[in-house]
């Protein structure tokens, strides 16, 4: 498995569908309907963004080249610049796009997950609690805290959690942590990402959509964001928390 700069992309012979991939997410960073996420089109103009490739979210073999690039991106992101974010395409048949739904591609979303923690060589960090109802619970791999995101080809609503692949983005808490070092700028940028999300998506922000470590705020939630208001009453990834990491695991 080979995470790629955006330079690399143009150089390497892509199969169609990972051609279509990059294709379709430069046009999302890039066009005049402005997508909400101000630091990762940032990430994108400046080229700090890294690229991988995975198989269909339905095989398990896909969280396995996941935790591959994962534990790659881990050990080199403070090299790739301050705004990094690894972002990961799913190989998605039209027979799942046609097929599946919104709850059911949530339910390949955890499945990946909870196999990345299985796969993880290293500790869950002794300062994160293991229990995703608390709030500066977050997800860790390779002993870095990361933001996840999910967006699939069936959300309608929101459409800044649409994208024609399943596709995860993966956000160091470093690189979130440098943008709000300077809070009157990061108050200013919360509040047009905000604006611009309503705009995007022309319904409200999902009400989940909270500042970490808040009380009421549960970061689990916002990974994965239904086109409703709903969400789920309990984290898919608790059962994963009482399982010992693997040692010594090779990929």
């Known amino acids: 498995m080979h995470l790629y700069r955006e330079d ?13 991939a990059i294709r379709d997410f430069a046009h999302k ?10 630091p990762a ?8 963004l890294r690229y991988g490739f995975v198989g269909s979210p ?10 591959t ?7 080199h992101c403070r090299d790739f610049g301050k705004y990094t974010t690894l972002i990961v395409f799913y190989h998605t048949p039209t027979s799942l ?7 059911g591609f949530e339910h390949l979303f955890w499945e990946q997950l909870n196999t990345l923690r299985e796969l993880d060589e290293c500790e869950w960090p002794s300062h994160i609690p293991i229990d995703p109802e608390e709030p500066t619970w977050e997800f860790c791999f390779h002993g870095e805290q990361y933001f996840m995101y999910c967006a699939t080809p069936v959300h309608k609503q929101r459409q800044s959690r649409h994208f024609p692949h399943m596709m995860m983005a993966i956000t160091p808490r470093w690189v979130l942590q440098e943008f709000n070092k300077k809070p009157a700028y990061a108050k200013k940028i919360k509040h047009n990402i905000r604006k611009r999300l309503e705009e995007y998506d022309g319904i409200e922000p999902h ?7 808040t009380e009421d705020n549960f970061e689990w939630k916002q990974y994965f964001l239904h086109d409703t208001d709903t969400a789920l009453s309990k984290c898919p990834f608790l059962q994963a928390m009482k399982a010992p990491a693997k040692e010594n695991n090779e990929f």
């Open 8 to 20: 690399e992309l143009e150089r390497n012979q892509l199969s169609q569908w990972q051609k279509e």
């Open 69 to 75: 690039l994962l534990k790659t991106f881990s050990q």
């Open 58 to 67: 339905t095989e398990k073999k896909s969280a396995e080249e996941l935790a």
């Open 207 to 213: 009400p989940e959509l909270k500042q970490y470590g």
């Open 97 to 103: 796009r046609v097929s599946e739904t919104v709850e």
């Open 29 to 38: 960073m890039t066009s005049d309907k402005k997508f909400p996420c101000i």
């Open 41 to 48: 089109t940032q990430a994108y103009a400046l080229k700090h």
